[in-house]
């Protein structure tokens, strides 16, 4: 049985969304289904071990390159991919780079080290159903689109939006392979639909992806404030409360959610779907307009398929 013990981890608990008719039996009762949700997914799904040991190490901020170098020897694959993702145009805007060094010293090391924890999560989930493509293509959308958005208007580059983004419905992705929900019996579109399914998983399950994945990342080691926003993505108006930074990358990722799954559907840009879009309150939580939509949506659609090919090809 996975611990549920930490206060990162209680504090998630304390998100645990209920009805109002829903009383301290059905709370307990949820929170055990989470809980052996999240052992499972323990037991089954490690995170990869050269991918934790890199990310440990670039969180201390006092590596040696020797000591990258060291442990990118023991992956070479990994190696491989993230400097593929590195010299992708939605990362790469000189000249490539040939080794996880120079990738270090021109796009830092945060951004490094999201691009490891995507590639490493994403690998993980190379062998999903039919279903489980779709949402990992949705994932890798959602991360390719959220990074335009956030950097190609008003707030530069918002660290660890990348990473926010593909892991936003990793709950999901482990729910399926833990068999805890069977997302087969849904239509496609209401997969990875935003703002749907998490209430048909809650009434079946008493907890949602967004928790679950939450959880999951936590136990991998991934850094706050992702497993935050993870959490809280189908939460906003509490995301909003929580301040600035959660709540602008929650904001961001619901603006792309809701993009990607349009995307999917029809790649020209909709008036009418932007019109719905902007009456979700995270276009101006995070002071994105309709305007501003139109003119990256070419941009996103580029950096959407980049994303899907590298992610989920
Ligand atoms: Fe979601
Ligand atoms: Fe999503």
Redesign the pocket.
């Given at each position: 049985m996975a611990h549920i013990s930490n206060h990162h981890e209680d504090s998630l608990l304390e998100l645990m969304w209920l009805g109002e008719d829903d009383g301290d039996e059905a709370q307990r009762k949820a929170q055990d289904s989470l809980a052996a949700a999240v052992a499972k997914v323990s037991g089954l799904k490690p995170f990869p071990v050269v991918a934790g040991e890199l990310l440990r190490l670039l969180q201390t901020r006092e590596f040696r390159m020797a000591q990258v170098q060291q442990l990118m020897e023991r992956d070479a694959a990994l190696a491989t991919r993230v400097i593929a993702v590195c010299n992708s145009p939605m990362f790469c805007t000189q000249r490539p780079c040939d080794s996880l060094d120079e990738a270090l010293v021109r796009l830092g090391t945060r951004t490094v080290e999201e691009i490891v924890a995507a590639v490493a999560a994403a690998g993980m989930f190379g062998d999903v159903p039919p279903i489980g493509k779709r949402v990992l293509a949705?994932c890798a959308g959602?991360a390719a689109i959220v990074r335009v958005l956030a950097t190609m208007w008003r707030h530069g580059a918002v660290p660890q939006v990348f990473l926010c983004g593909l892991l936003?419905?990793v709950g999901k992705l482990l729910s399926l392979q833990c068999e805890e929900f069977d997302y087969a019996s849904l239509d496609e579109s209401e997969v990875?639909g935003?703002d749907q399914v998490y209430l048909v998983e809650r009434a079946q399950l008493g907890y949602d992806h967004a928790l679950l994945g939450a959880h999951a990342l936590r136990l991998w080691h991934i850094a706050e404030p992702v497993p935050e926003v993870v959490a809280y993505h189908h939460q906003p108006g509490r995301a909003y409360e929580r301040g600035t930074e959660i709540g602008l990358l929650v904001a961001l990722v619901r603006i792309a959610?809701a993009i990607e799954g349009q995307m999917w559907v029809d790649e020209e840009l909709d008036e009418a779907f932007l019109e719905r879009l902007m009456r979700d309150g995270a276009p101006g939580f995070a002071d994105i307009s309709a305007g501003d939509i139109r003119g990256t949506w070419e941009g996103m659609l580029l950096a959407r398929r980049y994303a899907i090919a590298l992610f989920a090809g």
């Open positions: 949705h959602v936003h419905d990875v935003a959610d």
